[in-house]
């Protein structure tokens, strides 16, 4: 039987991801209805028709939980969206929440433990989770073929044609641009070296006649024995293809560029499985059964496996992400 489920909000534009999904593994995958309060994007939603015709739209946020879903996917605004999955988990459904994990870590604390309490999936929808180069990295580092890990570097700008939404819609949140973008990257370096003992913000304004927002940022990580940098800035020009992820052990060197492609570049001081010594540059290509998002959350409701993700690994990356926006009280939200 296909995983039913349902959104709540669909605002972000990751969404689009999951209907994809729904559309090209039926047999997988139900798409049930959306609920979405904002008229304006549910008439932007109506071009998910081309991928999936006919989605419903539920008339209030109970019908939602009053439904057969058996997951929501929550992909409202930021500051909305801890309300959804708490709603969502209270009412009996298994959540993909998207990033980052709300706006306030004492709630989204509460939250987990609601899920941990009622034995219901909590997943964040890190959508670079899967990608097979990235995927791959982390196996390779969490296997000891790279060695100790002493420095991760990820970079991940937004170009200019995106500085009036950092305005209108990000400015609201504390680092703007870097709590926004930032989650990405520091969802991967939590999963290959641990969480940092100390971090470092520098958050910077430096485009447009009079920025108000933070714009350009680069957080310092210190670890017991490595280092990690995140950057990121809202106004570049050739994004795409600068965005990337480099992973340095002792044995090993892992570049991931550009950011969702089968990219990578590895250097290993010693053979490991198929891979020679040396330098070689691969395109991974994904395995018969790609995994996905919902994949793994399906897989997870049916106890098929354990989650790749565990709910304290969530929480310590948004302590991570939060402190790199330099927020000291858990609360994003100016």
């Avoid at 002493?150 to 609201?172: A, N, Q, V």
């Avoid at 560029?257 to 395109?283: H, K, M, T, V």
Wanted: charged share 20%; aromatic share 8%; with cysteine.
């Amino acid at each position: 039987m296909p995983l039913k489920f349902a959104f709540l909000g669909v605002w972000h534009s990751h969404a689009v991801m999951h209907v994809r999904e729904a559309a090209q593994r039926p047999n997988e995958f139900q798409l049930i209805g959306m609920f979405e309060p904002d008229e304006d994007v549910l008439q932007k939603r109506k071009a998910w028709s081309e991928l999936l015709p006919a989605i419903p739209v539920f008339p209030s946020l109970q019908a939602v939980l009053d439904s057969d879903a058996e997951a929501v996917v929550v992909e409202g605004h930021v500051y909305q969206n801890l309300d959804y999955a708490e709603r969502a988990l209270e009412a009996g459904k298994h959540v993909l929440l998207e990033k980052p994990a709300g706006a306030d870590l004492e709630h989204l604390t509460r939250v987990q433990k609601i899920a941990a309490r009622k034995g219901l999936m909590l997943q964040m929808a890190y959508m670079w989770r899967y990608n097979p180069a990235i995927h791959e990295i982390i196996r390779l580092a969490k296997s000891g073929a790279l060695g100790e890990i002493f420095y991760y570097r990820g970079h991940i700008p937004k170009p200019k044609t995106w500085h009036p939404e950092l305005e209108s819609e990000f400015g609201m949140y504390h680092a703007a641009v870097y709590f926004e973008m930032a989650g990405h990257l520091v969802d991967l370096m939590v999963a290959a070296m641990g969480e940092p003992k100390h971090i470092h913000p520098m958050l910077g304004k430096h485009y447009g006649d009079n920025p108000i927002h933070v714009d350009n940022a680069v957080v310092v990580h210190e670890f017991e024995n490595g280092l990690g940098t995140i950057d990121t800035a809202a106004m570049h020009v050739g994004m795409d293809r600068t965005r990337r992820i480099e992973v340095y052990g002792t044995e090993g060197t892992a570049i991931h560029a550009q950011i969702g492609s089968g990219n990578l570049s590895l250097c290993l001081e010693n053979p490991f499985e198929d891979y020679q010594a040396g330098w070689q540059q691969l395109s991974i290509k994904p395995p018969k059964e790609l995994p996905s998002l919902l994949r793994e959350l399906s897989a997870c409701i049916r106890g098929v496996k354990e989650p790749d993700y565990t709910l304290s690994h969530d929480l310590a990356v948004q302590r991570v992400l939060m402190a790199g926006c330099g927020i000291k009280d858990g609360k994003a939200l100016k």
